[in-house]
């Protein structure tokens, strides 16, 4: 992330903190990648996973009915209207200095922070949505049902507006001109608020799972949690893989997770000292650059795995009875969507990888500077004069971490696409569809390690 000045860097390991030299260490994730392959090839022969995400254990009485009740779903909502309330104190009265909280609260509290917690809990944003609740209480005084709007949402949207607003939130963390300054920051949440707000009014509350940035991302992400609903709405302990293997095909849910996944990877770029010559030298404006650098990046990742789920579809059903029916035809255009899914685990690995030193030592001081939001010398948490503790953050620990993170996603990516391709494709081409899906998961591996460690 490199939201400005203010901001420490993210990653404090390199290739001199690797166990490995590099070369060795992306021929290992290779060929781990391989070898797992071929042993779900011989072991897996059946799907496991739960499409449906209909089983799981029921929780304890006790923990459903206070997750359940109404008292605890308006504290959720009571305290995500402090928080946005103490931050737009930073953000409205506050200086437009380093000293400001309002930067770290945004990129590195919520963006970053979002990642840890739902994989814990879920999808929490939904829980403590500001804007939300904002709906919800106008909705509530005019008496109005909060899910019907003044028109209905089309059948086709899905996720496309989340995979525009994540976009334009990537972009901003990553490429806009002065992204850590109030005035920016501003001006984007405040077109944010108009556009979840506004297409609240006009379709209901449904809008905010199809278009919030954030609530898209936690709800994804929260998938991989250990706790979740079951089909039937009861709150349930789950195999996290269970969780995400019934994550379903809609429309723009393929470009929400190359979304997530390419922005990570150009993040990573965009530290490169190769790129960064590039982005002083070609005479152009570091924005115009950037943003070419963003959208080159979500494109690589978009035809890689376009092109490899393709092959995987061909090859897959390649000299079955029903390959030239119609039938058949349009289910092969959903193995994209089908097997989307295996993206997620790669791109929270890339993730944790990626901001894991970040979210820990600029996490902190953000955490202090909140104690006085308008430095003023107020110290309202007690807080004020915390220093980071960086014992979690050191360069060999940090360097193991990413490489442990990055390769436990794409084993992850490769046994979800695995499970899923036993169901698509017919028993005796299943395993060679997804040779493809092995290429992919193969150059993404290689591609996040050199990039993570280019610096």
Avoid at 67 to 76: E, K, Y
Avoid at 122 to 142: E, I, Y
Wanted: aromatic share 8%; proline share 7%.
């Amino acid at each position: 992330m490199t939201g400005g000045p203010a901001l420490l860097a993210h990653g404090v390991g390199g290739r001199q903190d690797l166990p490995i030299t590099l070369p060795e260490l992306v021929v290992a994730a290779a060929l781990t990648l391989v070898v797992t392959f071929v042993a779900l090839g011989l072991l897996w022969r059946e799907p496991r996973l739960d499409r449906d995400a209909a089983g799981g254990r029921p929780v304890p009485d006790r923990l459903a009915g206070l997750v359940d009740a109404p008292a605890f779903r308006w504290t959720l909502r009571g305290l995500g209207l402090l928080a946005t309330g103490w931050f737009c104190v930073g953000l409205l009265a506050g200086p437009d200095t380093p000293d400001n909280p309002t930067a770290g609260a945004l990129y590195v509290l919520l963006w970053v922070g979002l990642v840890p917690v739902s994989l814990l809990f879920g999808p929490v944003w939904r829980a403590v949505s500001p804007l939300r609740t904002v709906h919800l209480l106008v909705a509530l005084a005019a008496r109005r049902d909060p899910t019907r709007g003044v028109r209905e949402l089309p059948a086709g949207l899905g996720l496309w507006p989340a995979a525009l607003t994540l976009f334009g939130f990537v972009w901003l963390e990553l490429v806009a001109p002065e992204r850590a300054t109030l005035p920016v920051i501003t001006a984007w949440l405040a077109g944010y608020a108009v556009v979840m707000l506004g297409g609240a009014a006009l379709f209901g509350a449904d809008w905010f799972d199809r278009a919030d940035p954030f609530e898209v991302y936690s709800a994804l992400v929260g998938r991989l949690a250990p706790i979740g609903r079951a089909a039937d709405g009861v709150l349930v302990w789950r195999n996290p893989l269970d969780g995400i293997a019934g994550l379903r095909p809609r429309p723009g849910l393929v470009a929400v997770v190359i979304v997530l996944l390419g922005s990570t990877l150009f993040d990573s770029l965009s530290n490169a000292p190769a790129w960064l010559r590039f982005a002083q030298e070609n005479g152009r404006h570091p924005a115009v650059t950037g943003s070419a650098g963003l959208v080159g990046v979500i494109a690589v990742v978009a035809v890689a795995y376009l092109v490899a789920t393709g092959a995987a579809a061909r090859v897959g059903r390649a000299g079955s009875a029903g390959a030239a029916d119609p039938a058949v035809s349009v289910e092969s255009r959903r193995v994209p969507g089908e097997l989307a899914h295996s993206i997620v685990p790669i791109a929270v690995g890339y993730v944790v990888a990626h901001y894991y030193s970040l979210l820990i030592l600029e996490g902190q001081r953000t955490v202090a500077l909140l104690s006085d939001p308008r430095d003023t010398g107020a110290d309202w948490f007690g807080t004020a004069g915390w220093q980071p503790h960086t014992a979690l953050v050191t360069p060999s620990g940090v360097a193991n971490l990413q490489i442990t993170v990055i390769i436990v996603g794409h084993l992850l990516g490769t046994l979800l696409a695995h499970d899923r391709a036993l169901y698509l494709f017919p028993r005796a081409r299943a395993v060679a569809g997804q040779l493809p899906l092995l290429a992919l998961m193969v150059a993404y591996t290689v591609a996040g390690l050199l990039l993570l460690y280019a610096g």
